[in-house]
């Protein structure tokens, strides 16, 4: 009896945090309507600001803890008047989301280069001695939590409903257009949610450190858990935001306790699946209706630049020749076994693109149908010796089963509880490969997986993974420029635009969406098993969530609806640690501040810059116009 | 004689607002009719009715004599249906070509797999249903914002988008929400020639419209809907001296309340 209260404690002081950031995100969600991702990398800000006060430069535990927050939340303000204000009000709401996808990185990867990848700790405020009351053993640090966190909730209660700013909160939660025509303005108002919401975070941050260990990754674990929680209470509600937490809390410790601290997060997913498709919209109803409708017509649609007619042609024989000329270049040590990864991934980054460049549908969780592939085609091939082809397309089969099942049960979910849920398939997966240890070899990987073959051919030197790896990229180019250019394309593309309008031109848009998803998970599953091919190993690290969220920077970068445009996303973003050594520890900061830079300056993408280029040195030659204004 | 449209006592109601009450009509097969009415009548909140973009409350509505009720609206376009958007709902990210080549989406026999393998099918089919669409962009006199963002076009001419883009999805019964909203005097003329055209070669047209010099020139058949309720129906000259019409539009003489004619 004692055992399972002392769990419950547990699970409660766990609970804590987790409803501390989903209340964050709640906060922000109320006012912008946008899943601030990026919300639980503030817990860690917080608990590193803490760290240098408090140890470092040795303050008393209170003036280290006030710093520590105001910092986060000073941090928040100029990070979010130059990135989420200008990307909620300008940009459609499913690429904001992608770009707190990108904060969020960004964060991840400052936190490395100033932490490194050690986990780090800091002393409790009173002592390591817990309190016991009838054999209960009762952390100090879980008081000093709940307490503060009690404060909290209290105070921003009353801030929201017996405050002028609390109702003027309110009001941009309701209808942002009324609201603005009230005279209140929306951009600060989501600016102060958002520094709100962190300075939330980044005292939950403060108050567990103690109890928890961070590491710099830690920010992508609290956003999650925050995430989970919040979807289970139920998106901006904010009791359900606090019950979700502490009921997450509670499980994940049952888990670890009955189970195996391994499948924690797998029965945290499960948990969340269920509540998703029993009440999609949480425990809770959230809040007031909202008028996002109005909010959406406003904003700027992402301008799509293609290459036309001869243009393309011409462009595409160029970059082929050059690519299959490359390998009798005198190239660096290691180059070649770089660009054969920046061709894998490209293969992935294409599926990709179909999904979010072309029928608009943003998926978090990408790498998951890259470890299935990786995975089955692996375990295929090293543990029954199957012939690596026969592998691969089996891998493939099943990577389309899963995307099937995925599309089956998130069949109600709208907007961005769609992307969530595959956020969520991610995690699920990356759990998974985690947590079968037998199968998958566990955190430390599967090793000992065999070179492909196909057809006598053993493609077992990167020379020869090159030349595979580039000719399925061109096959695979053609053919989806062909889809794309007729009828199917255009019909994703109005999926894309506008789902109404399309229906009522017979677009089938559940099926449409359906079949982008299938085609996006084939071409991520064949990339994840020429991935582990090719390297001999594979382990849930490289087809984490991290992963989903490099393969999107990579997408954004190169340029969304123009297939090849990836290519140079991947190369970039392959490259750049392999020449540059020292690179590698700037690597996540970067590749969260390119997703979001380009975002908001160059959301066209590297090859739509070049393909404006092209086009505006072909409109100056007269004999190439088509057409003169009306 | 077959209704292309057959409304049968229709109700909406939205949290008690009745919406639109009891109205039943019908549009018959080869016509050209309009739908009238001043603001909230209801006009909008019955096309939406119709194309299933929400359910009536009660009642139901048949079109070429199958009920609508249970079928999506992808499904009701299938069955020859094809609406347009009171606010001109192009696709912004296309050009105007791709645009009219949308609305061809139902002709497209082509599956995505022998599209993406460039099968000689998919091909000529691509190849005719561009001619196809190009011939409609030069008939409404677009040709030139062929290859532009239809999105950066006058709204006058995304509006004509849109109805060409319908048309080219081929519908026996063509539902235009306020076709004529934001176009000035020799643009309406001239859409409203375009609809005689377009009903002459054989589709239904159902219109729903404010702009009466619209309504008048063209429609065989013209019903009033106001506060919810059908108030008349007839020719557009019956129309014209109906007392009733005049004062749902007027309001009663010597009354308080003055509605403008909008």
Known sequence: MSGLVQIVIGGLLQGGVFAIVALGFSLVYRVTNVVNLSQGAFCVLGAMGMYYFQLEFGWPILPAAIAAVAASAVFALVVGAVTFVPAVSRLPASSALVLTAGLLTFFVGVTLVVWGNQPYSLPPFSGEAPIVIGGLRLPTQGLWLAAIAAAMIAGLWLLLQRTTLGRALRACAENPVAARLMGIDLPRMMLLSFALAALIGAAGGV??????????????????????????????????????????????????????????????????????????????????????????????????????????????????????????????????????????????????DVLMGYAGQVSLGHAGFMAVGGYAAAILATSYDWPPLAATLVALVLSVACALVLAAATRQLRGHYLALATLAFGLLIDSLAVGLFDLTGGPSGLVGIPAF?????????????????????VVLVVMLEGGMRMGFGRALKAVRSDQLAAAALGVNVGRVKVVALCISAALASLSGSLYAFNFHFLSPEIVSTSRSFEMIAMLVLGGEGTLIGGFFGSLVLTLLPTLVQDFAVFKTAVEGAILVVIFLAMPEGLFGRLAIWLEHSALRMPRLRTGVAP | MTNALECRAVSKSFAGVRAVEDVSFAVRDGSLCALIGPNGAGKTTLFNMATNLFPPSSGDVLFFG????????????????????????????????????????????????????????AREEERRLTAKADALLEMVGLRDARDRATADLPIGA?????????????????????????????????????????????????????????????????????????????SPEAIQDDRAVIEAYLGREQGPEQRPMS
């Not at chain 1, 937490?245 to 410790?253: D, H, N, P, S």
């Not at chain 2, 192009?90 to 050009?95: K, R, S």
Request: aromatic letters at 6%; one cysteine or more; a positive charge.
């Open chain 2, 66 to 121: 199958r009920s609508a009720a249970g079928r999506s609206p992808h499904q009701i376009a299938a069955d020859g249906v094809i609406r347009t958007f009171q606010t001109a709902r192009v696709f912004p990210g296309m050009t105007t070509l791709e645009n009219v080549l949308a609305g061809a989406h139902l002709h497209v026999r082509a599956g995505p797999l022998s599209q993406m393998l460039w099968a000689r099918t």
């Open chain 1, 453 to 473: 073959t196909a057809a006598g051919l053993a493609f077992d030197t990167p020379l020869r993974m090159y030349y595979l790896a580039l000719a399925l990229a």
């Open chain 1, 207 to 352: 108050l567990v450190a103690p109890i928890m260990s961070l590491q710099f990754d830690s920010g992508q674990f609290f956003t999650i858990s925050g995430f989970i929680a919040v979807a289970i209470g139920g998106m901006g509600s904010f009791a359900g935001s606090i019950v979700g937490g502490l009921l997450l809390g509670i499980a994940e410790q049952f888990a670890a306790f009955y189970v195996s601290s391994l499948f924690a997060n797998t029965l945290a997913l499960l948990l969340l699946l269920i509540v998703l498709i029993l009440r999609p919209s949480g425990l809770f109803a959230s809040g007031p209706a909202r008028r996002s409708d109005v909010r959406d017509d406003a904003r700027i649609h992402r301008p799509v630049v293609r290459l036309r007619g001869r243009a393309a042609i011409g462009f595409a024989v160029a970059l082929v020749a050059v690519l299959a000329l490359l390998p009798f270049l005198p190239l660096p040590g290691g180059l070649l076994a770089s660009l054969v990864i920046a061709l894998i991934l490209f293969i992935a980054v294409l599926g990709l």
């Open chain 2, 158 to 234: 995304q509006k004509l988008v849109e109805v060409v883009r319908a048309l080219m999805a081929g519908p026996k019964l063509l539902l235009l929400d306020e076709p004529a909203a934001g176009l000035n005097d020799r643009e309406t003329a001239e859409l409203a020639a375009l609809l005689r055209a377009i009903c002459d070669a054989g589709t239904t047209i159902l219109v729903v419209e404010h702009n009466m010099t619209l309504v008048m020139g063209v429609a065989d058949q013209v019903f009033v809907l106001d506060a919810g309720r059908l108030i008349a129906s007839g």
